[in-house]
C-alpha cells in the first residue's frame, strides 16, 4: 500500500512524521553548526509539527503506525536533544565570559558630593542576568 492508497489517518501520521523529522534534520543541521539563530527560528515550526503529530497519533489506527519510522523520529528527537544540551552549555560559557570581562572592566567614572571621581561597577550577575 502506498502512501496515496492509505486511509487519511494514516496519511497524516505519515506526514507528521515526515514533517517533524524534516524539521529535526535541519534543527539538528544547524545545531551542529552552532547556528543559535537558525536553530531558534524552527522553534515554533517544530512545535506544531509535533502538535500535528500528537493529533495524528490519536486519529490514526495503532495497527497501522509505522515502526521504522517512529523508530528514526526517536533517534533523531535523541540527537536534537543532546544537541539542544550542548548548545545550552556552549551559551552558558559564553555568558560567563562576558560577566567575568564585566568584572574586569573599569566603571564608569561618576563624581562624588566633593567633585571627586568616584567609581562604580555594575555586578557581574547583574550583568548576566541581564543578557
Given amino acids: ?7 487519511p489517518a ?12 524534516a ?6 543541521a544547524a545545531l551542529e553548526a552552532m547556528d543559535f539563530a537558525r536553530a531558534g527560528g524552527l522553534l515554533a515550526p517544530k512545535h506544531a509539527a509535533a502538535d500535528a503529530l500528537a493529533a495524528a497519533w490519536r486519529a490514526a489506527d495503532p495497527g497501522s503506525i509505522v515502526t521504522d ?4 523520529l526517536g533517534q533523531l528527537a535523541e540527537h536534537n536533544r543532546q544537541l539542544l544540551k550542548r548548545a545550552m552549555r556552549v551559551q552558558s560559557r559564553v555568558l560567563d565570559l562576558v560577566a567575568k570581562a564585566a568584572r574586569g572592566a573599569p566603571g564608569a567614572q561618576r563624581y562624588g558630593a566633593a567633585g571627586k ?11 548576566k542576568a541581564r543578557v
Fill in 1 to 7: 500500500m502506498t502512501a496515496q492508497d492509505a486511509p
Fill in 23 to 28: 524539521l529535526l534534520m535541519e534543527e539538528n
Fill in 10 to 21: 494514516d496519511r497524516a501520521m505519515m506526514d507528521a512524521v515526515h514533517r517533524l523529522s
Fill in 69 to 72: 519510522k517512529m523508530i528514526e
Fill in 117 to 127: 571621581p568616584a567609581y562604580t561597577r555594575m555586578g557581574a550577575q547583574s550583568f
